[in-house]
């Protein structure tokens, strides 16, 4: 089964940068679009930035101009470059898939990673 898997969480300062990734164990599949969510305590989960398959973004606008999705197709990898992080970005981070199919078979329409926490310090 595929899975996946996301990195690059942690500490980091108001201001500073970091940059998350979602690493695919399955190199055959497509997507109808690939997304970053993010949760924190007491908050529903929520769309922080999504790509489709031919390549076209959207974001929240809480992180418009900071924050920046990307896929590497050779390496299986969607990244969201987080840039003049705030404490209000402090969550657990979601990658997700949607209209997942891996070597061609349906795999599913919402299709999570574990998670990967961030946290802003002021």
């Known amino acids: 089964q595929v899975q996946l898997v996301e990195s690059g969480g942690g500490l980091v300062q108001a201001g500073g940068s970091l940059r998350l990734s979602c690493a695919a164990s399955e190199s055959d599949f497509s997507f109808d679009a690939l997304g970053w969510y993010r949760q924190a305590p007491g908050k529903q989960r929520a769309l922080v930035a999504s790509?489709?398959?031919?390549?076209?973004?959207n974001y929240v606008d809480s992180v418009k101009g900071r924050f920046t999705i990307s896929r590497d197709n050779a390496n299986n990898t969607l990244y969201l470059q987080m840039n003049s992080v705030k404490p209000e970005d402090t969550a657990v981070y979601y990658c997700?898939?949607?209209?997942?199919?891996?070597?061609?078979?349906?795999?599913?329409?919402?299709?999570w990673g574990k998670g990967t926490l961030v946290t802003v310090s002021s």
């Open positions: 790509i489709t398959s031919s390549g076209r973004t």
């Open positions: 997700n898939a949607r209209g997942l199919r891996v070597k061609g078979v349906f795999y599913g329409m919402n299709y």
